[in-house]
């Protein structure tokens, strides 16, 4: 109670507390024993006290001379990789074999040296380990890396340049055994993480040579290993090219490749995940003799999941002079070095094109790339290009792109330089001329692709809505009179809906074509909208009602508003299976061929022969009378899916032999091109499913 008051400065407090002293002296005179028992209770108070502040006052002090400083000045890991020319010593093969005594002697000693060099000089404080970890050739090239701990303000220090001179000044002069060339110490910088990759890898360590003349297979990774390292060198002038096949689909792995040795962020080429359906073979080329790759294991463990082989190329001359004839047709194509694999990095090809006259401009036709105004503060990371002096940014995408090059003079050069280091798939285009008075005859040229789109005809195939902005009757006849405009239904409808009449005219001949005209088999148009299967036959070859047979359902009774289907009712809808199991959905659309969707194949690489499509299924669970089964001759994916985004989730399925037209498998109708819709048509969507929530 006293120490509480006595701390206690609140005035009122202070009032009561004399109140309480005033009545303790009458206490005191009342009741003489107590005082002795007041002041030992008081003396070991005291002692208590002053126990408490002794260790607050210690404990302030610990903190702030000891553990504060610490806590202001954590010390940062700071890695470098490097490597020195040892000119005394050469290369032999027992340097690239990790199990002999060569590699583990040749380790120690200049490791053993590679720390001294850094304990007996100033930054010896900052220094923690360092390692060497692999030899190459030349005279003797050892490869090391090194860990320092560095207050923040020591890391502007800390520089390649200082960590190159504190090695070479040490193997120049203490160290004889060593001669080295100091002009050739290289030190790189690594991340943190960089440098747990490389010591996590090189454990499971092999070095090859890369021969000219033949392409050799690089042994796989230790079954036991969960990283491994791969150090390869190639004859000085020649690329190194690498080949990486993925031998199982649905892995986790990860490969990542550098254009050196130092396995820095600064040296990648590129990092490949997964086992990949897409890519399921990527070539790649570093820009001079050296290569290193690194294989970390993905989540579970795959018995050999990929295979590497290596071999050294020259690089090819990607340059060319191009001399376009007249007329518009694709005159030809042009690609980077090696196409279709990788580009190499630190490339550049230049291509000069002649034009006949300056009437013509040329295009750029590409596909899945296009080029684009670089932003001014990132670099390109695809490939840049330059036009006329333009400076572009390549960029893979999903859609085809036309890159239109209005010619001043009868020569213009196009050239493509990649990064330095990072590289990607390889890039092809075609080359065309334009009428540079007039781009894109009957259409109309959008800016942003290069492509020639359609007028008018509802779809905006330009994103900045060029074709379908100012149209007078978006997807609708235009009456000749009144400016009227009408739907295409009304058109050929027998009622006269325009003022003149003009929609009822010409409705049993053959019209010119155009974006709202069904064109018949023999290539003649009816001005019609939806003259298909509608039993009046307005084709002179009678087209339109042939093939009718699509869509029918057999007659059985529908549960309106229900959800359960009965057997029949929608003949077209496909299982595909794989070994009895269900996987997806699919329709039938005509004798030959079921509509899919291409995610279904693509996590399961497996050849079109392991699916079987059902038809005639009624349940799922349960096999129908009327079933047929049908083995999987091709798979047709759309080519742009992108299994991220889900755009163009399409594919197409060629079956064995063609589907009975019989009631239980019956083809769907799917609309012809100008098909137009009425608002209110019901849409069915079927497919297979529970029919309940949480089903
Ligand atoms: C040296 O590095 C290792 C990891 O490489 C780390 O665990 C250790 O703490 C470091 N030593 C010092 C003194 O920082
Ligand atoms: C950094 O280097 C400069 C010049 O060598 C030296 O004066 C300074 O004390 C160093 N700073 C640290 C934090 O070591
Ligand atoms: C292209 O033409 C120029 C000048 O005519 C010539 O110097 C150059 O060598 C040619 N390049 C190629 C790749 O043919
Ligand atoms: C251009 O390349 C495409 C696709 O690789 C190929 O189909 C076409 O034949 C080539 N054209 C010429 C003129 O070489
Ligand atoms: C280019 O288009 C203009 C306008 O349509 C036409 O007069 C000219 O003949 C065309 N030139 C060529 C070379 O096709
Ligand atoms: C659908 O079929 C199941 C099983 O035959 C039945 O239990 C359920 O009532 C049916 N649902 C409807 C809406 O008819
Ligand atoms: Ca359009
Ligand atoms: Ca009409
Ligand atoms: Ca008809």
């Known amino acids: 109670m006293d120490e509480q008051e006595a701390c206690n400065f609140n005035p009122a407090t202070t009032i009561v507390k004399t109140d309480v002293s005033w009545n303790s002296n009458i206490h005191f005179v009342a009741l003489p024993f107590h005082p002795p028992k007041k002041k030992r209770t008081m003396t070991i108070v005291s002692i208590i006290l002053a126990a408490i502040l002794l260790a607050i006052v210690g404990v302030a002090l610990w903190y702030f001379l000891i553990e504060k400083p610490k806590i202001d000045t954590p010390k940062v890991p700071m890695s470098f990789v490097g490597n020195l020319h040892i000119l005394n010593k050469d290369f032999n093969s027992d340097y690239g074999d990790k199990a002999s005594e060569v590699f583990e002697s040749g380790m120690k000693d200049i490791g053993a040296q590679v720390k001294e060099a850094f304990t007996s000089s100033d930054i010896s404080s900052e220094y923690n380990e360092s390692k060497v ?49 100091p002009a050739s110490t290289s030190i790189t910088k690594l991340s943190w993480g960089d440098l747990k990759t490389l010591t996590a890898a090189i454990d499971c360590h092999s070095y090859h040579y890369v021969q000219s003349d033949r392409s050799i297979i690089l042994n796989g990774p230790d079954s036991d290993s969960k990283s491994c390292f791969w150090h390869l060198q190639g004859p000085s002038g020649l690329l190194i090219k690498l080949r990486v096949e993925w031998l199982l689909v649905g892995c986790r792995d990860r490969i990542v490749i550098y254009n050196d040795i130092a396995t820095a962020f600064n040296t990648l080429l590129t990092s490949i995940y997964k086992c990949s359906w897409q890519e399921p073979v990527v070539e790649l080329f570093s820009s001079a003799n050296l290569m290193a790759v690194i294989w970390k294991q993905g989540q579970y463990s795959y018995y050999d999941p990929f295979r590497l082989s290596a071999q050294a190329v020259p690089m090819p001359d990607c340059s060319a002079n191009i001399t376009l004839m007249e007329g518009l047709e694709i005159q030809g194509n042009a690609s980077t070095p090696f196409f279709p694999s990788y580009y190499p990095p630190n490339a550049e090809c ?53 890159e239109r090059i209005f010619v001043v003079s009868l020569t213009t050069t196009v050239t493509f330089t990649s990064e330095v280091t990072l590289t990607g798939p390889g890039i092809q285009f075609s080359y065309s001329l334009f009428n540079q008075s007039d781009p894109c005859p009957e259409k109309v040229l959008c800016s942003v692709s290069g492509q020639c789109v359609t007028e008018c005809d509802g779809l905006k195939d330009c994103s900045n809505g060029v074709d379908e902005n100012n149209c007078v009757c978006p997807v609708q006849f235009h009456c000749a009179e009144g400016n009227t405009c009408l739907s295409l239904l009304n058109v050929c409808d027998q009622n006269k809906d325009c003022e003149t009449g003009d929609d009822e005219q010409n409705c049993d001949e053959a019209v010119p074509c155009d974006l709202f005209t069904y064109m018949c088999a023999d290539g003649s148009c009816v001005k019609k909208a939806n003259p298909l299967c509608d039993y009046v036959t307005d084709c002179p070859d009678g087209t339109d009602e042939k093939n009718c047979d699509c869509g029918l359902q057999t007659p059985m009774s529908r549960i309106v508003g229900g959800t359960n289907s009965t057997e029949g009712e929608w003949p077209w809808q496909a299982s595909i299976q794989i070994s009895g199991q269900h996987v997806c959905g699919g329709i039938l659309i005509n004798q030959n061929w079921i509509l899919s969707a291409a995610h279904c194949f693509t996590s399961r690489h497996t050849p079109p022969d392991r699916w079987t499509v059902i038809l005639g299924k009624f349940k799922l669970n349960l096999i129908s009378y009327h079933e047929l089964s049908f083995k999987v001759q091709k798979i047709i994916s759309h080519r742009y899916y992108d299994g991220d985004t889900s755009d163009h989730d399409i594919a197409l399925l060629l079956l064995d032999q063609p589907v009975p037209i019989v009631p239980f498998t019956y083809p769907v109708c799917l609309p012809a091109k100008t098909q137009v819709f009425e608002t209110d048509t019901t849409c069915w969507v079927t497919g297979w499913g529970t029919t309940e929530e949480d089903g």
């Open 350 to 402: 230049t291509w000069h094109f002649t034009v006949p006259s300056l009437d013509y401009g040329i295009t750029l036709w590409f596909d899945g790339y296009e080029l684009d105004t670089p932003s001014f503060t990132k670099p390109c990371r695809q490939g840049q290009w330059r036009i006329q002096n333009r400076k572009l940014c390549g960029k893979r995408v999903l859609q085809p792109y036309a």
């Open 133 to 181: 970890f692999t030899f190459g050739e030349g005279s003797l090239v050892p490869y090391f890396w090194m860990d320092f701990r560095v207050t923040e303000k020591q890391m502007k220090n800390l520089t390649t340049d200082l960590v190159k001179s504190t090695l070479n000044k040490h193997f120049q002069t203490e160290s004889s055994d060593f001669q080295i060339q």
